[in-house]
Antibody, heavy 121, light 110 residues
């Protein structure tokens, strides 16, 4: 059973960089059939796909966030990370990490519990 | 990329059936059989219920079914139960090789 756990600061100042890490257990980020993903959900609103990273380091991002986002993978720690630069209050959201499984057309079959990040001075 | 269109809310009584629609365009839902559905009870992470339009992951009751016609995908829940009350989101692959979610639908079991 794959488990994912997000970690990182719960409060980020405007214009700074939001940084989160997702630790994977029960599975490997080096798996060739998995894409390691980030999704966010502003309070009271819907889900937004941020992007994903493959074990090789290849990435795919939401065009609306692409200029500010970097997703990377650390196979030695079995982790992957999200960096979102120049944040504003509009980036306040619960951030989820998840696994997209290639074998089921990249559906998101395992999710972390989510972590709330608030952007405020 | 614009969010897929879902009704804000649907409701039904226990035992009844409800259908949630998810309307996209020829650049996403209409062109790919890569539509997924997620269930999100309040305060919890989403759970995959349907992938590739109509396939259920192991452990998802067969009361949940999916279909697609043209640019619109649908999730049908039959034999409605109180535990089905949650928000439901659809998601589709797009011609830009990215993913887009629907705005979500709140299901109320009366």
């Amino acid at each position: 059973q794959v488990q994912l756990q997000e970690s990182g600061p719960g409060l980020v100042k405007p214009s700074e960089t939001l940084s989160l890490t997702c630790t994977v257990s029960g599975g490997s980020v080096s798996s060739g059939s998995s894409y390691w993903s980030w999704i966010r959900q502003p309070p009271g609103k819907g889900l937004e796909w941020i992007g994903y990273v493959y074990y090789s380091g290849g990435t795919n991002y939401n065009p609306s966030l692409k200029s500010r986002v970097t997703i990377s993978v650390d196979t030695s720690k079995n982790q992957f990370s999200l960096k979102l630069r120049s944040v504003t209050a509009a980036d306040t959201a619960v951030y989820y990490c998840a696994r997209a499984d290639y074998d089921i057309s990249e559906a998101l079959d395992y999710w972390g519990q989510g972590t709330l990040v608030t952007v405020s001075s | 990329q614009s969010a897929l269109t879902q009704p804000p809310s649907v409701s039904g009584s226990p035992g009844q059936s409800v259908t949630i629609s998810c309307t996209g365009t020829s650049s996403d839902v209409g062109s790919y059989n890569r539509v997924s559905w997620y269930q999100q009870p309040p305060g919890t992470a989403p759970k995959l219920m349907i992938y590739e339009v109509s396939n259920r992951p192991s452990g998802v009751p067969d009361r949940f079914s999916g279909s697609k016609s043209g640019n619109t995908a649908s999730l049908t829940i039959s034999g409605l139960q109180a535990e089905d009350e949650a928000d439901y989101y659809c998601s589709s692959y797009t011609s830009s090789s990215t993913w887009v979610f629907g705005g979500g639908t709140k299901l109320t079991v009366l």
